[in-house]
């Protein structure tokens, strides 16, 4: 029977053809479409590294016409009555290079005998606990390091340490890195340019809230606080720095709003595929119904030469999935060239997701177009279907 | 061989109600050639369809090869459509996009008849009716006469006890069909087989064994 149908195939080539086209097609689109889509999906998955909810994040006024003594008192004072209040249970303090804000510094160093590149930030000792961050080894900043030690300590993410030292324990180990540099813990990840953005290498470089450059304030609210209270923070916060330039965000729409200009592009994406999917779908359902329309005369001849019902809908359904898998394995002989020849920007990971995905989207739509039509042609009377004149 | 008591058939559809047979009573034996004629839409194809099995008469009895039907959408009616019944039409029915080999082993790949042996039995079946060097061509490629010859093949490639012919000659010129009832009747008298043979033609009545003659859906002789 196998072979049967292979033959049905082969002889209509032709005809065939051009649904064959049409399949194969579909299934670039739906491949290079899925592949962004299943990028961006994944490293949606992957965790920030740190938390959104219930945090603000406040842009302090300029202070750099205070001397560092009175700039110390003023945010030491912050941090103090802040943590005063009934729903904030943590301050700390970071420079520009802040999440969501699109702030990076960059810096490369190759003297150490191969090419370090790393984003950098600055916070001070509280900002792991505020932001919960996830310390894997080693320590996060605490006071003891403010005591002027024989390196600067810094704190490097997972995967600084897999692209510059895998497989190696670094921790209190010195580095070549714009000077000597002692890594003292490493953290999970930092993702501070958003959830659609990749894992650099990062380093954090610890400063000392009276510097003039830790211009942000982290604040950790309670869980469930809402918009209401930025007034009363608002308030306490200009009562002590006599300004009203600051401005508070709420993290977590910060996310949002740095995540949307991704979510535009993906659903237009994702309405693309579906409205592909449809259009093959419907094409798929009119040139089966025309194939069985054309094709009563022999759906009754090959029942009054025995086939049993079940073996009609057997045959039509096998014929349409044959067709589209051998236009999907076209598609998969192409697509595949993509991560074999290193092709385009993607990691091979999510092109091999984006085939498996494609295929099965293809041919479950096929099956379940088939299915309808097939069933009918089986019910086909074949004194009827045999009919002359 | 076939045997039917009582035959009614009436077609029903929402405006009117036909009785394409009425009350048909027939007893056919093994190794009959058996011709049926009577005018255009008297039921003579309605009849050929429920000797076949492929159509439910409203009423009577119908004993093909010794057996009663009884559900006529099973697998078992199926197979034994496939065993025992082997169909010739005025048109043909040809499959256009197999060739003429594939179309003649058909019947066999409803019952799981290995590749190589159900080529034999088809190139087997094509010699007899003359067509052993077309068997790469398609259909189309094919005269009318010799198409209908490819059609005998199928309805014989399988063996069947009985052929039913619903004007197998209709649509050629007299030459053909006198080729293709030389082979009809060269079945009866070789193989024994029973053939019941609708046709318009007298001359090709005249050889068949027994003629039954329909009018409205009786039987009148
Ligand atoms: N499927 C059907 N539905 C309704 N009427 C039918 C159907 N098939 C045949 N008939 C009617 O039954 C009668 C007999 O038809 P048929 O057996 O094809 O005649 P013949 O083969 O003798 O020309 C005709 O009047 C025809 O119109
Ligand atoms: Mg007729």
Known sequence: ?389 | MIQLENIHKVYRTKTIETTALNNINIHIKKGEFVSIMGPSGCGKSTLLNVMGLLDEPTSGKVIVADQEVANYNSKATAAFRNQTLGFIFQSFHLIPDLSVIDNVELPLLYRKVNAKQRKALAIQALESVGLKNRTGHFPNQLSGGQKQRVAIARAIVGQPDILLADEPTGNLDSVMGNEVMDILLQLNQTLNTTIVMVTHDENMAKKTHRLLRIYDGSQVA
Not at chain 1, 338 to 362: D, F, M, T
Request: proline fraction near 4%; aromatic fraction near 12%.
């Open chain 1, 1 to 389: 029977m196998i072979r049967h149908i292979f033959k049905l195939i082969w002889n209509k080539k032709s005809s065939n053809f051009l649904m064959l086209l049409e399949i194969f097609l579909s299934f670039i689109v739906l491949f290079v479409s899925l592949s962004f889509v299943i990028y961006n999906y994944r490293l949606l998955n992957k965790p920030l590294g740190f938390e959104s909810q219930d945090r603000w994040m406040v842009y302090l006024n300029d202070m750099s016409e205070l001397d560092s003594l009175s700039r110390g008192q003023l945010k030491e004072t912050l941090e103090l009555e802040l943590e005063q209040m009934d729903r904030i249970q943590q301050i700390a303090f970071g420079n520009y290079a802040a999440p969501f804000s699109g702030n990076n510094s960059i810096s490369g160093d190759d003297s150490g005998g191969f090419l370090i590149r790393s984003k950098l930030a600055t916070v001070d000792i509280n900002f792991a606990e505020t932001m919960d961050l996830q310390v894997t080894s080693g320590r996060f900043f605490d006071d003891r390091d403010y005591a002027n030690p024989n390196y600067e300590p810094v704190i490097v993410n997972q995967f600084f340490m897999d692209k510059y030292f895998p497989e190696k324990n670094m921790i209190d180990s010195i580095i070549v890195f714009s000077g000597d540099k002692q890594i003292i813990g490493v953290i999970e990840g930092y993702r501070y340019n958003g959830e659609f953005t990749e894992e650099e290498p990062m380093m954090l470089q610890l400063g000392h809230p009276r510097d003039n450059n830790l211009g942000v304030m982290y604040i950790d609210l309670q869980p469930g606080t809402t918009a209401a209270y930025e007034e009363a923070v608002n308030k306490k916060i200009a009562d002590i720095v006599q300004d009203e330039s600051f401005i508070i965000l709420n993290l977590e729409d910060q996310r949002k709003q740095n995540s949307r200009s991704t979510w535009i592009p993906i659903i237009a994406l994702i309405s693309i595929c579906t409205f592909l999917c449809i259009n093959v779908a419907l094409g798929l359902f009119g040139i089966l119904w025309y194939n069985i329309n054309k094709r009563k005369g022999e759906i009754g001849l090959r029942r009054a030469l025995g086939a049993h019902t079940t073996d009609i809908t057997k045959q039509f359904i096998l014929e349409i999935i044959f067709l589209t898998a051998l236009a999907v394995i076209l598609g998969i002989v192409f697509a595949i060239q993509v991560p074999l020849l290193k092709l385009g920007p993607l990691e091979p990971i999510n092109l091999y997701y984006a085939i498996a995905l494609s295929a099965a989207i293809i041919l479950i739509i096929v099956t379940v177009c088939a299915l309808h039509p097939s069933w009918q042609a089986s019910k086909i009377h074949p004194a009827i279907a045999l009919h002359d004149d």
